[in-house]
């Protein structure tokens, strides 16, 4: 497709479980980022790759979080032993890479974990 | 650390009317965002900035940068119903990539 493709869209997870949220990437596109957005709030940054490499993972709340981009392209969120603070909208986002004049980056529709 | 701060954080105001919120950001970067998000959808890219004095129109919106006061402008003319949304200020840096949120201005446009 032509933009940032994420799934599943909602997600309900008992507290406890272990989650995985997948990501999509403009095809080409060599950076790819993870947002985190509670409701109300702005998108927090929780990690960064450029394609296979994880350059920034400081945003990620706990070592509950995880998430890799083996071949650079699909990227998965992964979360152990949810709770229900994570509950929030996960959003990812792609973008061309650093020297690009116009690196504009494009935001997928978003997976909403509720966490009960 | 880089931080951005918006005001207003709400804003509710007639249609017909023009307004402008503003986006400050704490240290140098290099691009600016402002996208718009619709309650229950994601984010739509409106514009980015990248030099001192840069300026973007489309439609009733216009954006504009000064990097020497870190301050970003969002200028709604004439303002309608359809406008209404969530707006989000982001500051992007070249040596990391990472994209900094503002924590949004809710513009509500009454008919």
């Known amino acids: 497709g032509a933009g940032v493709s994420q799934s599943p869209r909602y997600k309900v997870a008992k507290r406890g479980q272990d989650v995985a949220l997948r990501c999509d990437p403009i095809s080409g596109h060599v950076s790819l980022f993870w947002y985190q957005q509670a409701l109300g709030q702005g998108p927090e940054f929780l990690t960064y790759?450029?394609?296979?490499?994880?350059?920034?993972k400081s945003g990620l709340p706990s070592d509950r979080f995880f998430a890799e981009r083996p071949e650079g392209s699909v990227s998965t969120l992964k979360i152990q032993r949810t709770q229900q603070e994570d509950s929030a909208v996960y959003l990812c986002a792609s973008s061309e890479p650093r020297g690009h004049m116009n690196t504009e980056a494009f935001f997928g529709q978003g997976t909403r974990l509720t966490v009960v | 650390e880089l931080k951005v701060e918006q005001n207003p954080l709400f804003l509710s105001m007639q249609e017909g009317k023009n307004y402008t919120i503003y986006c400050n950001y704490s240290t140098t970067s290099d691009r600016l965002y402002w996208y718009r998000q619709d309650p229950g959808k994601s984010l739509e890219s409106l514009f980015v900035?990248?030099?001192?004095?840069a300026v973007k129109q489309e439609g009733r919106l216009m954006a504009s940068l000064d990097t020497k006061a870190r301050l970003s402008t969002l200028h709604i003319t004439a303002a309608v119903h359809d406008l209404s949304a969530t707006y989000f200020c982001?500051?992007?840096?070249?040596?990391?990539?990472?994209?900094?949120f503002g924590k949004g201005t809710r513009l509500h446009i009454l008919p």
């Open positions: 982001a500051v992007g840096r070249n040596r990391d990539d990472k994209i900094i």
């Open positions: 790759f450029q394609n296979e490499a994880q350059l920034d």
């Open positions: 900035l990248l030099s001192n004095g």
